[in-house]
């Protein structure tokens, strides 16, 4: 009869053998940027090149350019009954052109939305703003990095 002691002793040796790799590393991926353009001038701008930069450049078979708009918007999703914004609700689209040996091969929109509650104090507010907007970016490049490699 296989005890307890056995039965964890080969799960782990299944579990540490099972080649597990980050699905972001950059070391693994296909796809190489050669070119960022910026359609729209947008503050996120600088974010999501200073993001994206990883994938700028080497030798892979997959090589783009990208022409890239960003757009974000700020709504008030609910309000309280003195007619003051509760919950805010912020979008960030990017729309991509994707070009290939100076050749425009696909478009695509991305969106990420996300909906936060008002702050009294207003610094602690934009700084949350700010953060959230930083994990929108990542969770955006994310998308479009699978994107670009099943093309």
Do not use: H, W
């Not at 296909?30 to 960022?36: D, M, P, R, W």
């Not at 918007?73 to 609700?89: E, M, Q, T």
């Not at 996300?114 to 700010?130: G, I, Q």
Request: with cysteine; hydrophobic share 35%; net charge positive.
């Amino acid at each position: 009869m296989i005890n307890n002691k056995n039965i964890l002793i080969l799960l782990l040796i299944f579990l540490t053998s099972c080649g597990y790799k980050p699905i972001f590393s950059t070391s693994d991926t296909n796809i190489s940027i050669n070119n960022i353009e910026f359609i729209k001038d947008s503050k996120l701008n600088t974010k999501f090149k200073r993001q994206i930069n990883v994938y700028k450049g080497g030798e892979t078979a997959k090589s783009y350019d990208l022409e890239i708009k960003i757009d974000q918007k700020k709504s008030i999703s609910l309000k309280d009954s003195k007619g003051d914004a509760k919950i805010f609700l912020k979008e960030i689209i990017i729309l991509i052109n994707v070009i290939e040996n100076g050749k425009k091969i696909t478009s695509e929109d991305f969106t990420e939305s996300f909906n936060y509650n008002n702050n009294t104090n207003k610094f602690d507010l934009s700084r949350y703003e700010r953060n959230i907007e930083d994990n929108m970016v990542n969770e955006l490049i994310e998308k479009i990095i699978i994107y670009l490699q099943t093309l």
